[in-house]
């Protein structure tokens, strides 16, 4: 039995997204940012901070594996695994972009985006997984 690649890809994006859910519940849990309004001081923390790191670079990981996946979704020409590949790369897009503006300012607002993405990559992938199997 051929092992079909958008598959194994899309269980390695659901597996990683929720790595990268627990990642940022830990920084949101157990990483304390510095009381202040300067930006470059909250970079600077956050850089210093390994699970806010990993977060990071999980994050840029799965934006590029979404962007992997929608064009292979594309070159399949199925509706309906593009339609989800986009609004999986759009959530995450979304999620990594509440995340810069949550470092920047600590808005308690941004943090709520990124988990709200997270679940609707979540929810797209699955749908794509499930696509997938038929």
């Known amino acids: 039995m051929k092992k079909d690649p958008l598959r194994i890809q899309a269980n390695f994006i659901l597996g990683f997204l929720f790595l990268q859910y627990l990642f940022g519940m830990f920084v949101n ?32 990981l799965l934006v590029i594996s979404g962007i992997i996946f929608l064009v292979r979704a594309v070159m399949r020409k ?42 609707l990559a979540v929810a797209s992938y699955g749908w794509g997984l499930t696509l997938l199997k038929k």
Do not use: C
């Not at 001081?41 to 977060?55: E, G």
């Not at 999620?95 to 985006?113: E, H, K, L, M």
């Open 29 to 60: 849990l157990f990483v304390e940012f510095p009381d202040t309004h300067n930006e470059g001081v909250l970079w600077k923390f956050a850089q210093d901070q390994m699970p806010a790191v990993l977060h990071m670079v999980i994050g840029g």
């Open 78 to 119: 199925e509706k309906q695994l593009i339609i989800a590949a986009s609004i999986g790369l759009v959530a995450m897009l979304i999620a990594a972009i509440a995340g810069a503006q949550f470092v920047s300012s600590q808005t308690d607002a941004y943090s709520y985006t990124m988990a709200v993405a997270f679940i």
